[in-house]
């Protein structure tokens, strides 16, 4: 970078929702994923928390050069939490990206993020390898779980097999994945009736959105878990916070039900865009009985309509946590991230040390942004 360029420094200034275009540029040029334009703007306007923050909230921020461009971005998003009877305002942030002739000014943009006011919590959960050593100096890493480590299941097996078998370079790979294949389904069928079936009385429904029985669910779920860090759950929060995916019918909402009631469900999203590999992920399971092994119905499920549908992978970002115990047991096999992806950090210093507390956490790739597209 030029000494000329270093004494003409970028203001830095609120984002606004009128400039998508130069924004989603940033984020693309730094390798980030984008939104598009109504699915961006939806994080805010169809937000069930926006009415009552409009007034004061940050879209986010930008760095904006000497001759008007945007160089810089970092979004911030609002969602809410319930602990112990209390509402908590989370900080969600999102896109933290500065072109390569400006990278000197990063810094400003999260100065900001963590200075903002009227937030309880700060919580980002799609941090990559170049943000995380500010990130880890500024918060904390969710104290529960390997979020390095994603377990799955392969539900289309020649597209694995030939996976494997052009990492080890063997000849004719294509013509061998069809014994391979066969080889691998064979084991993992066995190993897959293996998980239990539906309790009895309980049916499984296979939903788009979700409806108005999750509202009561929610609550009857806050009720049970007072000492649980959770964020909203609603159908208002759930329908807004998946808006994209439903809209282009990338999501299954999967559902135990008994007597008419919701007893738990799991959200299923497609997470291949641009891949040769078709994966679904687990983004969030909950249930309100937790003395019923309920997962194991619903992954079964979600496992037949994957091989129906000719998906090749369903995966679960996260290793060693007991609410989706069930899915790492049987997932036959594992993956990895190249650094840990998910932070937090409290206002209040004696919230923010009470939840170093691991037992105080049921996380899941629902919270922060890691879900949206």
Same mark, same amino acid.
């Given at each position: ?298 992954? !079964?499920?979600? $496992? =037949? ?7 090749? *992978?369903?995966?679960? @970002?996260? #290793?060693? &946590? ?11 096999? !594992?993956?990895? $991230? =190249? ?7 409290? *206002?209040?210093?004696? @919230?923010? #040390?009470? &939840? ?18």
């Amino acid at each position: 970078m030029s000494t000329a360029t270093l004494t003409r420094s970028p203001r830095i200034r609120l984002a606004t929702l009128d400039e998508y275009d130069q924004i989603s540029r940033v984020e693309w040029q730094n390798s980030l994923g984008s939104l598009q334009e109504s699915d961006w703007r939806d994080l805010w306007l169809k937000n069930p928390v926006w009415p009552r923050v409009k007034d004061h909230w940050p879209v986010g921020w930008v760095l904006e050069s000497v001759d008007g461009r945007i160089v810089g971005t970092l979004i911030n998003v609002p969602s809410l939490y319930q602990f112990r009877g209390r509402e908590l305002l989370c900080a969600n942030g999102r896109g933290w990206a500065v072109d390569v002739d400006h990278r000197a000014f990063a810094l400003a943009l999260m100065g900001e993020y963590f200075g903002q006011a009227d937030v309880d919590l700060f919580i980002n959960t799609t941090v990559g390898p170049n943000a995380a050593p500010l990130i880890s100096q500024l918060s904390d890493r969710i104290p529960c779980g390997d979020f390095q480590t994603l377990p799955y299941y392969a539900t289309s097996h020649r597209r694995l097999a030939i996976k494997g078998l052009n990492k080890l370079r063997l000849p004719c790979a294509n013509l061998l994945s069809y014994p391979a294949a066969a080889a691998i389904g064979l084991v993992d069928r066995l190993r897959l009736s293996r998980i239990p079936s539906a309790p009895r009385g309980v049916t499984i429904e296979m939903l788009d959105h979700f409806d108005a029985r999750f509202d009561p669910f929610w609550q009857e779920l806050v009720a049970r878990n007072p000492n649980i860090l959770l964020s909203a759950r609603d159908s208002a929060a759930l329908n807004w916070h998946f808006t994209g995916p439903i809209r282009r019918h990338d999501l299954w909402v999967v559902a135990a039900v008994r007597d008419g009631l919701l007893r738990a469900w799991c959200v299923i999203k497609r997470q291949d865009p641009g891949e040769a590999m078709r994966r679904m992920r687990l983004i969030d399971f909950q249930t309100v009985e937790p003395e019923v092994d309920h997962l194991a119905g619903l992954l !079964r499920a979600a $496992l =037949a309509r994957c091989r129906r549908e000719r998906y090749d *992978v369903l995966e679960h @970002l996260g #290793a060693g &946590l007991p609410q989706v115990a069930t899915f790492e047991r049987h997932a036959p096999y !594992r993956r990895g $991230l =190249a650094c840990w992806p998910f932070y937090y950090r409290a *206002v209040d210093p004696a @919230l923010d #040390a009470e &939840l170093a507390n691991p037992e105080l956490w049921a996380p899941s790739t629902y919270d922060g942004d890691s879900s949206y597209e």
